[in-house]
């Protein structure tokens, strides 16, 4: 997507699409929504889902403002993760513990959130007279160096590239595919970076914070055994139950580490912007599910990623800003974006038939072979008695 809409500025004389202005601004874009998809994927992956990402987020955002000017920025940030955590515990314990359905629950706690706002509110909208959110997690932050930072990800895909190539010769076997990406895509990030990438990208804040929490949330769950844990869980309740994993634990913490996500955001949005209404951030729950289910997370537990969902979410993003970039009208955005969605959808559940197909069929082969192999006569054994 991001070729096509290059080409097709280039070619109706507009501004580059891959400026580093434009590109900062999909990324800012994409922030809140990133930080979300990242958590939920969580939740999705402990099999389990969430609806009231939104409301508790513009609670927070309610709140934080609220408290800047009474009793400061620390209060206020501090306080509104604590209200994130306390809602989130409330879904996971009413989920696993009382046994509701998290559909029932999220969407309840969702209304009943909201309607908190609406009474301290009266249903008026909340601003902050200082401006301490927004000297703290407002605005852009330092530029960061996109050609140096892409040239030393270029040298690393390159060096693990070598090692593996290096550790396949030892063993006598073949270069495989991901080796061969991992130098070939080295390579090429490298020279095309040094070349063509700005010294100064100017990304804001809150981009800085969703990428410090994808990678923390991708180092857990891919190197650590609390991650390994919370994918058997949710592939399997029983056999990790069986296997001595406490299943309870893995399905209400990621529901409380999904409401301090959701208090993150609310933050972000109130120290962005200076102020809220009890009705924003109304169906950001939906892009969000919409997000993951496009980078590939089963909504069935035990299958995901937080890097893919990130991915899917810019691709919303780069949607979006693409058909603004090339005037194309609203009417048409959203019935692009339904067909990305569902023909995302799509791709990944012919592909899971094919690869559930492929496996029974090596299961059926496995099956027959033991079974012949049984059937075959065999060197009578002495029996021994016990």
Do not use: H
Request: overall charge positive; aromatic content about 6%.
């Amino acid at each position: 997507m991001v070729v096509v809409l290059t080409v097709v500025s280039l070619i109706e004389g507009r501004p580059p699409y891959l400026s580093p202005i434009n590109t900062a601004n999909v990324l800012d874009q994409t922030g809140i929504v990133g930080i979300l998809a990242v958590f939920m994927t969580i939740v999705l992956i402990s099999g389990n889902f969430d609806l009231s990402i939104g409301a508790i987020a513009v609670v927070v955002a309610g709140f934080s403002l609220m408290a800047e000017d009474r009793y400061g920025v620390l209060v206020s940030v501090v306080g509104g993760l604590l209200i994130g955590l306390a809602f989130g515990l409330v879904n996971g314990l009413l989920v696993q513990l009382v046994g509701i359905n998290a559909f029932i629950v999220t969407l309840g706690t969702q209304t009943a959130i909201r309607a908190v706002l609406l009474i301290f509110t009266n249903g008026s909208s909340v601003q902050a007279r200082g401006e301490g959110l927004y000297d703290l997690i407002g605005g852009n932050g330092s530029p960061l160096n996109l050609r140096i930072a892409a040239v030393v990800i270029g040298l690393v895909l390159l060096v693990a590239g070598a090692a593996s190539m290096r550790q396949q010769r030892r063993r006598s076997q073949p270069i495989d595919l991901r080796t061969l990406a991992l130098l070939v895509g080295g390579a090429t990030l490298s020279i095309i970076s040094w070349l063509v990438f700005p010294d100064e990208w100017p990304l804001s804040k809150q981009v800085y914070v969703m990428f410090a929490l994808t990678i923390l949330c991708w180092a857990v769950l891919r190197f650590t055994i609390v991650g390994r844990r919370l994918y058997a869980v949710g592939g399997n309740g029983e056999a990790a139950r069986l296997s001595g994993i406490n299943v309870a634990a893995y399905k209400i913490v990621p529901f409380a580490l999904n409401g301090c996500a959701a208090a993150i955001a609310g933050i972000l949005y109130a120290g962005r912007f200076g102020a809220t209404n009890p009705n924003a951030l109304t169906g950001i729950e939906l892009t969000v599910l919409a997000a993951a289910i496009l980078g590939g997370t089963s909504l069935f537990g035990g299958a995901g990623s937080v890097v893919k969902s990130l991915v899917g979410a810019l691709i919303l993003f780069v949607l979006g800003n693409g058909f603004n970039i090339l005037n194309l009208g609203s009417n048409y955005q959203g019935l692009i974006q339904g067909i990305v969605i569902i023909g995302a959808a799509g791709i990944y559940v012919i592909a899971s038939r094919r690869g559930l197909g492929s496996g029974t069929q090596r299961e059926g082969k496995d099956t027959v072979g033991a079974a012949q192999s049984d059937s075959t006569p065999s060197e009578p054994q002495s029996v021994r008695p016990a």
